[in-house]
């Protein structure tokens, strides 16, 4: 993409088309021009020049603060988007730190005859970037190095003889330092060709230390493996969906994804494995993305479950300016291999549990469906631990004392009439309710965990009372007095007896 | 649970005969059961008395998981469930945002028959629970065999679709053998106010590790100035 900060400049202003505009950005001895607009390229500015060299070019240039924070977020999102075509891409050099590099790298081994073969393919990307409004330059070659080149050089389509095509290119499409270009190209080496001829241990020796001229040479024409990043050996179980035209009507999403589901649930048996998390991403006509993702208990594979589980979250998803592909895709999967739940249709108890937490998961939040996990602990707060309900719970043996059904969150203040310094309570006002204490049993003291809380923590001593009515509390009180950690001790109440 | 019906007290409980214990319980007592799980509705006579938890807790079988929807308020106002202070440790709870949410994941926890109950909590008396929410908890319920406590704390007796319900408030506990100054079993003022196929009736019981007994000093009081609720 070489015109893209300019170009996503170009959206969100108000600037005739052909006004000389500069894109600037803060170089070391003052304002460097970062992209230019045709009309400025017309009137002698250059990318890289200063801004006082254009200026005195042409002094009606208007300059403008670049971006380049926002040209990396844009290129993220392309990235995304580009996904539409295969499920492997990666964002090339970091368009925010050095600007002009931005570019994406997929991997489309085994992809291009979904799009009609590599020109079909290599057409299909430059519509849809021109359709955004952006300038893409498309190649498409065996190796990244050379892909990279082509790209930026020569875009075309590169058969298995990379060398031939990539031969007459200068030498700086071998991603080489700049440095060792200009040496380069001093010694009158300034073709790739040129470069080939020259023995390799020569280069060697003359290069060795800075990057290697002979590695990057060896990239380029293949000899030397360079992964993209972003590979995975196993790529994740996906389906995809193409739309003719791009639907805007807020079903589409559930459709689709009813259309989606069986070819997902196929994948998945095929290769054994049930989804833990998966998503739902929708395309969008102007390079944005939408994506609703949710996660189950148990790894699942059965349609009905799934597609109830995204159903609600597909709904809704915005089309703004309509949806043109859909992608179903587990970024979460376990093994699961083929089982039978049983004869009769009658689900067996730990599944339909799991499908139950997974329901009300979605619906509810994560956070809102909880098992008790234990954490070994004295005090009761941190001892009656919740994770979620999708997370496994591991035994944990507890302090085995009477403890209250009902916990407040938070320990409420009250206030307590009892014998000092650490005798009984006799009545206590919790919520502007007195109440009189009529049996109580304690203290059970729980000192402070002095190895994670601060050194003025107070100990605690708990109280089960008992009410005239008979309600059963538990109580306590905080610290004693002169313990050297704070003033009076206060009373808290704590928990409520079934 | 107790098995088999030992007495019924209450409105009859005049007429039973109470048998003095050495610790001051009396008969053992049967809870009056539908004769298939379905749902129960429970109010606390006083919202912040958690003593019903104990009359619930004692009557759910622990050989599957629980679940427990409380909505926010109720977990504001009397606190979260405390899973040490419960004989199952087996359990799911929800944290639903208001009473709808928390009707919702009853119904869905209801239609399942992997649990071994579904309670859940509302406060106050929220709009959406009417009599058409607790019919489809109780039909849900019948269809699938779960029994399901819809408890209110704080509410209003109004039109309900459930076929047992309860009005209880904790009691006095019994005399504590090794320390008289000290709470000993917890015990219960328990009100069936309404119930299909079953008597109204008003019972003090304590609970002792497996069984309810009949109070014995609360057994044969005098009914009638008691007030009588019905829905």
Partial sequence: MPNLAIERWAKSASFAPDAPVVLTLEGPHGPIVHAVTKAAAERGARVGARLTDARALDPALTAIPGDPAADGALVERLAQWAGRWSPLVEVDGDPSRLPGTGGLRLDVTGVAHLFGGEPGLVRDIRHRFAKTGLTSRVAIAPTAAAAWALSRHAPCICGPDVAARVAPLHVSALQLDPGIVRTLERLGLKTVAALIGVPRLALARRFRGAEDVVEAFDRALGRKPEPLTAIGTDPPPRALLKLEEPATHPEAASQALERLIPAFVRELEDRRLGARRLSLTGYRVDGSVAVASVATAIPSREPRHLQRLLADKAATLNPEFGFDAFALSAEWTEDLGAAQESLVEEPSGTRELARLVDRLTVKLGPRAVQRPQAVESYLPERASGWISALAKTEPVALPSAQRPQRLLDRPEAIDVIYATPEGMPRRFMWRRAIHDIARVEGPERIAPEWWRQPSSARLRDYYRVEDADGRRYWIYREGLIGDGRGGLPAWFIHGLFG | ?231
């Fill in chain 2, 1 to 231: 649970m107790a098995a088999g019906l030992a007495l019924v007290a209450g409105d009859e409980s005049r007429a039973a005969k109470i048998h003095q214990l050495p610790n001051g319980l009396g008969e053992r007592w049967r809870v009056p059961a539908p004769p298939s799980p379905t749902l129960s509705e429970l109010f606390s006579v006083h919202p912040r008395d958690g003593g019903w938890a104990g009359f619930l807790l004692a009557q759910v079988a622990a050989d599957k998981p629980l679940l427990w929807v409380q909505d926010r308020m109720a977990i504001l106002e009397s606190g979260r469930i405390h899973p040490p202070g419960l004989a199952t440790r087996d359990l799911i709870h929800v944290e639903a945002r208001d009473a709808r949410d928390a009707l919702w994941a009853m119904e869905e926890g209801v239609r399942c028959s992997c649990l071994s109950a579904v309670v859940g909590e509302l406060w106050g008396d929220p709009k959406a629970l009417d009599f058409i929410a607790t019919r489809r908890l109780a039909v849900a319920s019948e269809r699938s065999g779960t029994p399901c406590w819809l408890v209110r704390l704080g509410g209003q007796v109004n039109l309900s679709g459930a076929r047992m319900r309860w009005q209880v408030a904790s009691a006095p506990s019994l005399l504590n053998d090794l320390d008289p100054r000290s709470p000993g079993l917890p015990a219960w003022d328990l009100e069936l106010f309404r119930a299909r196929g079953h008597p109204p009736g008003r019972w003090s019981i304590a609970h002792e590790a497996d069984r309810f007994h009949l109070v014995a000093e609360s057994g044969d009081r005098t009914l009638g100035e008691e007030r009588q609720l019905r829905a």
